[in-house]
Nanobody, 126 residues
Framework: QLQLVETGGGLVQPGKSLRLSCAAS????????IGWFRQAPGKEREGVAC????????YYKDSIQGRFTITRDRNKSTMYLQMNSLRPEDTAVYYC???????????????????WGQGTQVTVSS
């Protein structure tokens, strides 16, 4: 079965860090742009961080610039989102995705993707 499987969400205090992982099963991520998205209650899904298939281009949402980092491990066909200095407004369900798109389209077009992860809850609260 071709799928993306996410791990790593949870409850964390403001200012702390968390790392999300997303592993491809049944296929490799090598030729796909990858990205992380989030959806808070009552809000639309938004692109947070995206990385081109080559790894040479990134796109970050303005409000998380400098706090979050997206990376990929090509050998493991896994992507990561390192989240530092977390804030309560970062609370959301986080989804990983893969698509054959350029990095800007990857993050701006929030619906049309080849693969989606199942989502993982991140809650930032004291």
């Amino acid at each position: 079965q071709l799928q993306l499987v996410e791990t790593g969400g949870g409850l964390v205090q403001p200012g702390k860090s968390l790392r999300l992982s997303c592993a491809a099963s049944g296929f490799t991520l090598e030729t796909y742009a990858i990205g992380w998205f989030r959806q808070a209650p009552g809000k639309e899904r938004e692109g947070v961080a995206c990385l081109s298939s080559s790894g040479g281009f990134t796109y970050y949402k303005d409000s998380i610039q400098g706090r979050f980092t997206i990376t990929r491990d090509r050998n493991k066909s896994t992507m990561y989102l390192q989240m530092n200095s977390l804030r309560p407004e970062d609370t959301a369900v986080y989804y990983c995705a893969a698509a054959r798109q350029n990095v800007r389209t990857m993050c701006m077009a929030t619906l049309r993707k080849d693969f989606w992860g199942q989502g993982t809850q991140v809650t930032v609260s004291s």
